[in-house]
């Protein structure tokens, strides 16, 4: 042999035997690497399979309360319309208000008997009579309390008078008449209560 053969079987075998020993290593790590992937990935299938059935039965606990808190929602927007239409007239009716007390005045103020006095008074008592029917079609409700116990939820106290003959906390005077909308008080009733 001679030497360039020699050196090229020794440049062989080297590569030869190198490669040999990379795969014996390669097969010896790939099946226990393989194991330990599949055992881990079967651990996470088992933990998100935990993890969704602990969210399925926590939906279906949330699920009837949900459902309360919907219907809750629905009830209190009815409610919310109900009393919209309701009580919708509540500032238009409060603005009206004075134009009445305005009508009972002048019906007081004149109080003459001459011929034309009656006539103005007769004219504003139909005026008054017109405007309080058209307020009563609106669910709109005066208060006059007079000879009334005292309410304070319908009636404010301008003052306590000494009045003989009457019951203590009995109204004794109507100063501004008060006024209801569909039950809820828009104007209180001035008032002066008898003394105890």
Request: charged share 30%.
């Amino acid at each position: 042999m001679s030497k360039e053969q020699q050196n090229q079987n020794e440049a062989v075998e080297p590569v030869q035997s190198a490669p040999a020993a990379e795969a014996v290593d390669t097969d010896i790590l790939e099946p226990s690497t393989a194991e330990a992937a599949d055992v881990s990935l079967v651990q996470q299938l088992e933990e998100s399979r935990a993890e969704i059935d602990a969210l399925k039965k926590e939906l279906d606990e949330l699920k009837p309360r949900a459902q309360a808190e919907i219907q809750n929602i629905r009830r209190r927007a009815e409610q919310d319309v109900e009393k919209a239409h309701k009580f919708g007239l509540e500032k238009f009716a409060t603005e009206l208000l004075p134009v009445v007390d305005s009508l009972e005045r002048a019906i007081e103020a004149s109080q003459g008997d001459d011929d034309k006095t009656k006539a103005i008074r007769e004219g504003v008592e139909m005026t008054l009579g017109l405007f309080l029917s058209s307020l009563e079609k609106f669910n709109v409700e005066q208060l006059n309390p007079q000879g009334e116990a005292f309410n304070p939820e319908h009636h404010q106290a301008m003052s306590m008078v000494p009045a003989e003959g009457v019951e203590p906390n009995t109204v004794v005077a109507v100063v501004q008449k008060g006024y209801l909308l569909n039950g809820r008080l828009v104007r209180p009733a001035m008032v002066m209560v008898a003394k105890g």
